[in-house]
């Protein structure tokens, strides 16, 4: 599993199919090694259509080289050759990245340094095991299927590049995806899913029906809206301020760029630092920290501390709601208060997931912000609920099923009292149990600011998208010293809820 290591209890979870994958990862990287064994290997997961190996080598693997490597990749199936589990010491798993034997086939004379890197990133007093089939052997925490016989149907499906571990200062390394199944008739039924994909990408529809133009001169990820699509999208919005309306929302309108104290203030920044594009400074402060000599270095550390100020495209609506909300004082009989907005962001995605209008760099949202007491929160949050629910019903959208993302309790990522997630995640439970349909809990998918509620809509062909969410937050109102004044005259903290259906 190599740098993305899970808890124990999550890899005793992974599904047999997960395991098939994580398998038939171990066989693509022995196949590599029998062509080019001078390979060097980083991360080898499933992941949710199938696997993928990350390695380093002078040859650049082409579609071309598939049918090779596949070739090689039966022989190891056909072999049969089991899983052998190995737990070793720390010092043991470091001799043999040494000597090369990790994510190898044998002893080499170049060390196995990705391996070596991932092993220092294990903690201290976590067991280590290695996993063996035939000559190769891997760092790995497992698990896996019992032989190489039990791999079922593959097939390798693409190349790509990927950054070590994420990080565009790392090696750039070849990304060689796959995936696998059972059985042949599973994968077959895969391949017809993807055929069916492309007839129906949106891309290929927004050209052909005039709806929509992404143009590299204009910039990847931000979408033209043609007369077509305008009229589509003016009719979205239409639909939904309707509905907006018979819940109790005022619309408002904010910028689109706000100043970064801002979003110091709310968390945004630093901590979505790397997914937003770069802070704007005015050009007399520049020409001041030129004359002093700053360094890029010296102005990425000012802007994070504060030292320095600027402006950021806005990459969430609600720090401005908050604003809104904070410019008038507000009785305990003001609330709720739901404001709502069309409000446009932007994010600096990474080129290699831009994709199409599913994942872009500026968009245009419903996001809304509900400002309440602690004893409307669990009511609006089935309001909330009941607009999603009705939106999706409308749109014909009726496969979905519904998460409740939680917080991680290991993880210190996010903010606000162990008290306040408490009672926001019991809220979230007890409106999810309202609506009639099963719901799954999946700590670490909350928000660094509150839990939510998640829809994932199934399209068509089966994939998989989250179309509707619903979060409570504790925190931000807190940050901003939010306050309405109670029965007894007192100056208490509002709820805060935000929702995008």
């Known amino acids: 599993m190599a740098d993305d290591r899970k808890s124990p209890e999550a890899r005793q979870q992974m599904t047999d199919l997960e395991k098939v994958r994580h398998s038939c990862a171990h066989v693509l990287a022995t196949a590599i090694l029998r062509i080019w064994p001078e390979a060097q290997f980083a991360a080898g997961p499933p992941v949710e259509n199938g696997f993928y190996y990350d390695l380093e080598m002078d040859h650049h693997i082409a579609p071309a080289d598939f049918g090779l490597i596949e070739t090689e990749m039966k022989k190891v199936v056909k072999a049969n050759e089991p899983f052998e589990r190995i737990v070793v010491s720390r010092e043991e798993a470091v001799r043999l990245a040494k000597e090369g034997r990790l994510g190898a086939l044998g002893p080499r004379t170049e060390p196995s340094k990705f391996k070596m890197d991932i092993l220092q990133g294990i903690p201290e007093g976590e067991e280590i095991s290695l996993y063996r089939n035939g000559d190769f052997t891997d760092l790995c925490a497992g698990p896996h299927v019992l032989r190489t016989g039990n791999i079922g149907a593959f097939k390798l499906t693409s190349i790509a590049s990927a950054y070590y ?23 077959e039924q895969y391949f017809n899913q993807i055929e069916e994909a492309k007839k129906r990408d949106h891309r290929k529809l927004g050209r052909e029906l005039e709806l929509f133009e992404i143009d590299d001169e204009v910039g990847p990820g931000l979408v033209l809206w043609k007369p077509k699509g305008a009229i589509i999208r003016k009719e979205l919005q239409t639909f939904i301020s309707e509905e907006l309306r018979h819940q109790g929302y005022t619309e408002v309108f904010t910028p689109h760029i706000g100043k970064l104290a801002l979003y110091r203030t709310s968390g945004h920044y630093p901590y979505y630092r790397d997914s937003q ?52 004082l507000h009785s305990y009989r003001d609330l709720p208060i739901r404001l709502a907005e069309f409000g446009t962001v932007y994010r600096w995605e990474q080129s290699g997931e831009l994709g199409g209008m599913t ?49 991680d309790v290991d993880s210190a990522k996010y903010v606000g009292s162990p008290e306040q997630w408490e009672r926001a995640e019991d809220a979230l439970r007890q409106s999810a149990k309202t609506l009639g349909v099963p719901y799954s809990e999946e700590p670490g998918e909350a928000a660094f600011y509150g839990p939510k509620i998640d829809f994932i809509v199934k399209d068509v062909i089966g994939r998989d998208w989250q179309l509707g969410t619903v979060q409570v937050d504790y925190n931000l109102p807190e940050r901003f010293g939010l306050t309405y004044v109670a029965p007894d005259n007192t100056a208490r903290r509002p709820v805060m809820i935000h929702r995008a259906p």
Do not use: W
């Not at 001041?288 to 360094?295: I, K």
């Open 165 to 187: 571990k994420g990080d565009s200062n790392n090696p750039q390394l070849q990304r060689v995806y796959g995936t696998a199944f059972k059985t042949r008739a599973e994968l």
């Open 359 to 407: 994942r872009v760099r500026g968009f245009t949202q419903d996001d809304a912000h509900i400002f309440c007491t602690e004893e409307q929160v669990l009511p609006e949050i089935q309001g909330c609920l009941q607009l999603v629910l009705n939106v999706l019903g409308t749109l014909g959208l009726s496969e979905y099923r519904v998460r409740i993302g939680l917080r």
């Open 277 to 328: 594009f770069p802070p704007l400074i005015e050009a007399a402060t520049l020409t001041e920290l030129a004359e002093e000599g700053c360094s890029c270095a010296e102005l990425s550390n000012r802007l994070k501390t504060g030292d320095v100020d600027g402006y950021l495209l806005k990459p969430m609506n609600c720090p401005m709601h908050i604003k809104i909300y904070a410019s008038s």
